[in-house]
Structures are given as C-alpha cells and as structure tokens.
C-alpha cells in the first residue's frame, strides 16, 4: 500500500461500503487496520498465539462474504470483533470435542514480575500482565463481555456454559482486575 | 487457577459497596449510568467503585490495542493470504454490454468492474473519497437508460454542490466513454466530511 493512500485516512463507513462494492483495496485498508487488534484478541482468547493468524484471517474472508449484510458500516469494527469471537470460539468447540478438556489447559503463563511492570511505568502493561494472569476460563468471559460486548447469554451459548457459571467468573475476574489495577488510581 | 471456579456465584458472598452488589453497579456502569440511581450516585464509595469499573473496562481494550501496535509485522503474512483468497472469489455482477461496429465482436464489461471505474473516478477528483456505487435499470440491455447512484465523502471547507456537479459530469463522462452505458441521472450523497490529512478516522 502506498503511503500517500487516500484511503488510508478514509473513514470506516466508507470502507466498508466500497469494499460491499467489491473493492478488494478498502477492505485490505480495513485489514490492515483492524487486523492487529483482532489477532491479538483471538490469541488472547484462546489463550495461544499459535491459531490467531488463521483464526483472524478465516474470519476475514467470512466477513468479506457477509458484507451484505453489514447493516451499519460506521460499525463495522465491532461486527468484526464478533466474527473473530465467533470462529475463535468455534476453535474452542473442536478442541473440546477431540481432545480431553483437562489435557488441553494451557500453560501457566509467563508472569511479569511486579517490578517489571513498576519498571515500566505503564498503565496497559500491567493491564496487559492482569489479563494475562487470570485463568483462561475467566479471560473468555471477561474479553468477550468487555471487548466484544457480548451479553451474558450469549457467552454462556458460546462457552457451553451455565449463564450464573458466566456470572460468577466475570465476577471474578472483575474482582480481580480491580485489585491488581489498584495501584494505577 | 482459582478454587471452585465453575462454582456459580452465592450471592451471599457477594461483596458489596455501601449497600449495593457489586454485580448491580456493573449493570448500572453497562447501562450507561441511566436512568440515574441516587443511592448509587449519592455514595462516594459507589462513584469511586464505578470509576475502577471503568477503568479496567478501558483499559482491557486499550492493552490489547497497545499490543497489537507493537507487533505490526505479524500481519502481513494472513493478510496476504486473506487477498489472495478473496481475489479468487470477487463476483463480477451482471454484464454490461459495450457496443462495437462490428456486429460479430461481442463485447461486455462486468457490473463490478463499472463499479470500479466509479470510484476511480470519484477518488480522482480531489477533495473526494468515493463511498458506494450502486446502479438502477436494465444494464444488460444496450442502451436502456440507467440511473447512477453514489456516496462520497468531502473534504471539509470545499464547496459541496460544486463538489457534487463535477463528481457528476466525471462519472458521466467516464462510463459514457467507457462502458457505452446510457446514464439518465447521477445521484450524488454527500454522506461523510473529512478533515485533510488527518489521523483521525
């Protein structure tokens, strides 16, 4: 892409009608510009890096198909975010049914040391190391609630799981957040 | 991992602030603070509670966002994958054909390739991004007339309907010269100004 792209600066409504149009650029520019988060999100929801780049480029190409029904371009971020949910969670699905639940429980992730994160001085790492921190159960629920606004129904059909189990580990999770975000107010 | 993770939530555990649950001032925070609850609102300590609430909410978003920023050259191997994948099923849409003087040479251009032309036109014209293109009549039959209908974003501080007239006459121009299609109008909707060269989306 050219640097001097008009595009590049172009809104996402606009994006996102023209690439409905068939515009294959706008829809790279869309891409590229939503891609970064999207696959950081999906990595973060299935608590691996390994699957993210498929996980977001799959539902890129689903979405490209969908664009017709795209009912508000200005939103098209968020639609988005619920395509990656949607195939990350997919992916939770297949493991589940081939694999032993127990098996699969990823590694204890690589904690930051407190004085890292001090060291840093940075609010969104130590956000970051919090995130990381909770169990992997509870980072789903977490994630899909507050980033991709899920309601607690729909993570609870997504999950497999009781609606009051989803409660009580965003509760959780929140109780958390909260304590290790203190030092930061 | 936790204990008894899976274990739903007693409410008897729950803790709460100056009274109130804290599952409760997560609803309130979802519901945009409204309709507005002076026992929340009139509590120091809920306030201060909403404001971590709020916080941690921002800031989930706003670490993936940093994350994602710092490792930018992950992404060109799926998005080039995702082109290519696309490429192979752009749909050309409905045949327009183009007259020639030798009755035995059939010439089409596809509707998506029209469409295409548009927005080249459009972005060519400075001070204008092209949005949508959508056309209305028979395209299969040479020479029924069509009706153009488009959206484009205007730089801001430029004069819209001039803006609109020459976006018009250039679309004219353009698919008249190019596809022989014969256009009855041009619908122009300005429906988004941007600021030049700005960041901000």
Known sequence: ?185 | MSIDDDAPLDPTDEPTIDGQTVERLSDYLDSGRTPRDPDIEGSAACRLYLRSLEQVHDLSRASLEEAARREPDRDGAWIDGLLASIKREVVGGRDIPIHHPDASVRLSVTEAAARGLVRRTGDAQAGVVLGSTTFDGDLATAGAPVAVRVTAAARYGLDLEALADELRARIVDTLTRHTGLTISHVDVHIDDVFVAREDDR
């Open chain 1, 1 to 185: 892409m050219l640097e001097d792209d008009p595009l590049l600066e172009a809104a996402d409504a606009t994006l996102a009608v023209r690439a409905r149009d068939g515009d294959v650029h706008s829809y790279e520019v869309l891409a590229r510009r939503h891609g970064p988060l999207m696959r950081v999100y999906a990595a973060r929801l299935l608590g691996s890096d390994a699957e993210s780049d498929d996980v977001v480029q799959d539902a890129f190409l689903t979405a490209w198909r969908r664009l017709v029904d795209l009912d508000e371009p200005a939103r098209v971020r968020n639609w988005l975010m619920r395509i990656v949910s949607n195939k990350a969670i997919d992916r939770l699905r297949v493991r589940r049914d081939h694999d032993d639940v127990d098996s699969w429980d990823p590694p204890a992730p690589q904690h930051d040391g407190p004085e890292r994160v001090v060291e840093a001085r940075l609010q969104l790492d130590a956000m970051w190391a919090a995130l990381d921190k909770l169990p992997l159960d509870q980072r789903r629920c977490w994630l899909l609630r507050e980033t991709a606004d899920y309601s607690y129904a729909e993570i609870a059909e997504a999950l497999d799981l009781p609606v009051s189990t989803v409660r009580g580990k965003i509760a959780r999770a929140r109780a958390f957040l909260i304590t290790e975000m203190e030092a930061w107010r």
